[in-house]
């Protein structure tokens, strides 16, 4: 076993030296030969090949930009329900007496796998008003408007084309606010434990919303006439219309309902927690 190897030692090491040996102008000539073909095949390649491959880089960045938007789409989804998960945890007093490390995380996951099942979303439905045969109903069209998106997006990666996700939810998401109406889909936003208003979180120094007294604590719930449930309406609002055109907006400040007059425009406020009733 040993001899074999001293042999291929030894046929390497030849190698090496007749290379190192060899005339200079040996190892140009080479390298002259080795390169040019592959310089002379790219400068001489047909146009069409050169507008396909580039097609083919393009694609494959579209592609990649793509998915891209669906892991964020994945993402923004899953820290909803984190956050559902974990103001249900805060509501549930701890035994700090007999739960463990271990114990309490599987708890946790329990819990969160439960308040996500459809039986327990259907019975907070019920609590919010609605009866078992629309909330029903109501889950059977949420189950549809996430099948649609996966269709939209199985079909945009067959076909290349770029498609904004986030446009295609806020779209569906807005029939489905039509389809219920504004009373039904504020109690159906208080049921699932989702936002129903923007509460100001801090107003920045010499901003719009300074000038007109808003404070942190308030929720904005109207913006020119448009019902305000989160900080994307809010944001959608504010872009229509003329920029800089004076409009109102109405708040609720410790239950009482106020009515502000802004330019339309950014704010200038962060949103802070609460927007739950």
Do not use: H, W
Not at 72 to 91: M, Q
Not at 125 to 135: K, W, Y
Not at 255 to 271: C, E, S, W
């Amino acid at each position: 076993m040993v001899k074999p190897v001293l042999i291929l030692v030894a046929v390497l090491a030849g190698g090496l030296a007749v290379a190192y040996l060899a005339p200079q102008e040996l190892k140009d000539d080479a390298t002259n030969l080795a390169v040019t073909p592959a310089l002379q095949t790219a400068e001489d390649a047909p146009l069409a090949a050169r507008v396909q491959e580039l097609e083919r880089v393009i694609a494959e960045e579209r592609q990649a930009r793509q998915l891209l938007q669906e892991e964020l789409l994945y993402l923004t989804e899953e820290i909803e329900l984190l956050r559902d998960g974990r103001r249900a945890a805060a509501a549930v007093p701890a035994d700090s007496a007999t739960v463990t490390t271990e114990p309490a995380v599987e708890t946790r996951r329990e819990r969160f796998a439960r308040r996500n099942s459809p039986e327990f979303r259907t019975q907070r439905l019920i609590d919010a008003g609605f009866s078992p045969e629309r909330a029903e109903l109501i889950l059977q069209r949420e189950a549809q408007a996430r099948l649609s998106m996966m269709e939209a997006r199985y079909a945009a990666q067959r076909s290349g084309d770029d498609v904004d996700y986030r446009a295609l939810r806020q779209a569906d998401a807005a029939a489905f606010r039509n389809e219920l109406g504004p009373v039904e889909y504020e109690r159906y936003l208080e049921g699932t434990g989702r936002s129903t208003a923007v509460v100001v979180g801090s107003v920045l120094d010499t901003s719009p919303a300074q000038q007109v007294g808003l404070q942190p604590g308030d929720r904005i719930v109207n913006y020119d006439g448009t019902r305000i449930y989160n900080m994307s309406d809010l944001n959608q609002a504010m872009l229509a219309g003329q920029a800089g055109e004076t409009v109102a907006a109405q708040i609720i400040r410790d239950g009482v309902t106020m009515q502000v007059a802004v330019r339309r425009g950014p704010l200038g406020i962060t949103a802070g927690r609460g927007g739950r009733r």
